[in-house]
């Protein structure tokens, strides 16, 4: 081990315990992700030049009932998303263990096929646009990957390949899946991400949406999102540790690269499709 190396952090991940009572850090990191992606929104929509005719998709105060929606596709497709993308075998043989989020286990590509869903139903069961719903909720959520992340990070999970690094640390939880080569110093893949996916995209966004006029041409924002979080995942990938195990992982890529491809051609789509609206004749 590089004497440079640093130790990881002896974090808690129990950010709040009374009695039995007990509040994790990654709880926290989705309440406020969930929370600050609805006062963004809401920031969104009361500023009308943002969007076509001056004219928000809905009512302000809609975002209640979208904060809802959005919640439980998150949490249902995260959870079922790692459950299918990352450990089948395992819960199909202890099927009782995947309501269990408390024990970890999310994926943000089955998040986002949650709150797509989710997304699709509010916008039915209200009569609003669903593409401009998309593209209010792909402006917010690196805000929500940003602490996501953080708690990764916190947690000691989603540790990144060996390095030299100056920068690179030693997590305790590697030594359970690479005992013979810990203690070794890894990336800090997690801060890379909350970097890249949180910080980056949500700037990359709002230029976008406040400078460039994405909000006008429905499908747009979602379109850059999925396409900017498709690369950024893809890039950090390379200095993550790839999941023990998984199929996908073939050669150079693994997994995380493999789900995202979908997402970057679906973003292309998603600009093909809003601009072909935008030139359709009225």
């Not at 499908?219 to 999925?226: D, E, K």
Request: with cysteine; aromatic share 16%.
């Amino acid at each position: 081990m590089t004497m440079l190396a640093m130790t990881f952090p002896d974090f808690n991940p129990v950010a709040i315990e009374i009695g039995p009572f007990m509040v994790k850090w990654y709880g926290l990191a989705y309440m406020a992700g969930l929370i600050l992606g609805w006062l963004y929104i809401r920031r969104l929509l009361s500023e009308a030049t943002l969007w076509p005719r001056n004219s928000a998709p809905f009512e302000v105060n809609r975002t209640d009932d979208l904060l809802l929606f959005m919640t439980v596709g998150v949490v249902i497709g995260g959870r079922l998303g790692f459950v299918f993308f990352y450990e089948p075998g395992h819960y199909l043989s202890n099927p009782s263990e995947i309501p269990m989020v408390w024990k970890g286990g999310m994926a943000f590509h089955g998040a986002l096929l949650g709150c797509g869903l989710a997304i699709w139903l509010f916008s039915r069961f209200y009569k609003v646009s669903s593409l401009s719903s998309m593209d209010l909720c792909a402006a917010a959520v690196p805000l929500g990957l940003f602490f996501g992340r953080l708690a990764n990070f916190i947690n000691g999970e989603l540790w990144g390949r060996p390095t030299e690094a100056p920068w690179g640390m030693v997590f305790p939880e590697a030594r359970i899946f690479y005992p013979s080569l810990e203690p070794t110093p890894r990336h800090p893949s997690q801060l890379y991400e909350a970097a890249l996916e949180g910080i980056a995209l949500f700037l990359v966004l709002r230029f976008m949406t406040h400078y460039r006029g994405a909000l006008q041409t429905p499908g747009i924002a979602t379109g850059i999102f999925l396409i900017g979080y498709g690369l950024a995942r893809s890039f950090c990938e390379i200095f993550r540790s790839p999941h023990v195990g998984h199929a996908l992982n073939i050669g150079p890529f693994t997994a995380g690269m493999i789900y995202s491809l979908p997402m970057i051609l679906l973003g292309l789509w998603f600009i093909w499709y809003g601009r072909h609206l935008a030139t359709r004749p009225a």
